[in-house]
């Protein structure tokens, strides 16, 4: 079963104006092995000499790799995209204007390697019970609910996905979707938009898929009131309360498993926990 939740992540505590753009990829792709680290570094914020004592090796080696004028081997390749935090798909695309092959691969959903992490990803949905849970692929394609998702959105009175499942980037910006049913929707979908947007710069699918959907509204931001963004959703009973929390897989070598997330909504007050628990129980 899919379902579909917006992520929280804490408000700009000043206030002034937020206006999300139209999304527009803002560099032209790198060539060479030496530009997409200059880029990546800089969009890390580090020095040649920060990224150089965290990889282990001199300032004058890598500036003669960013500059062409020496060839990372891929050990050091791999120091420095480790160094840096690089997205698995971004090292293969540096390995691969570096001249060597991809290191990294991306096994399908439903591979004997990943049924591991099949079974781990169904431990925690089914653990998180009656508190919603879902997994979130790389392009925001929601990949599986537990039961307590299912009835929030039942709840909420969101219609189930299609053959093709649901996204949550869609189901939040497009009207009709589950923005539609939030009490805070500008404010979700402004923090959804700049997340994505983010990821976007290197995920060219779901940069192709920003461009499409509708930016949000301006809104202001307002001293926060709370130490993190609720999910409020409005329900028949009045409305439910949920903060956020993420859990990723820890040192994978696999970019589909490096690309899910599971997200957990944790009820914030006891209305909500009993409103969950009584349906959940319901069910059963």
Partial sequence: MTSQVMDASPKDSQSRSMSPLPFHPTHPPATEAGDHLRRLRRQAGLSQLDLALLAGLSQRHLSCVETGRAKASPATLHALLSALDVPLEQCNAVFLAAGYAPRYGAAAPDAPALQMVNDAVQHILQANNPAPAIVIASNWNITAANASAGLLFAMAGVAPGNET?????????????????????????????????????????????????????????????????????????????????????????????????????IPADEHTWHAMRAVYEQSL
């Fill in 165 to 265: 499942g649901l996204n949550l980037l869609d189901t939040l910006l497009r009207p009709g979707g589950l923005g539609d049913h939030l009490v805070n929707a500008d404010e979700i979908r402004a923090i959804a938009w700049q997340r994505a947007a983010r990821e976007a710069l290197g995920n060219p699918e779901l940069a192709e898929r920003l461009q499409g959907l509708p930016a949000p509204p301006a809104r202001a931001l307002e001293a926060p009131l709370s130490p993190v963004v609720l999910t409020r959703v409005r329900v028949g009973e009045g409305e439910l309360r949920f903060l956020s929390t993420f859990t990723t897989f820890g040192m994978p070598m696999d970019i589909s498993v490096a690309s899910l997330r599971i997200e957990h909504l």
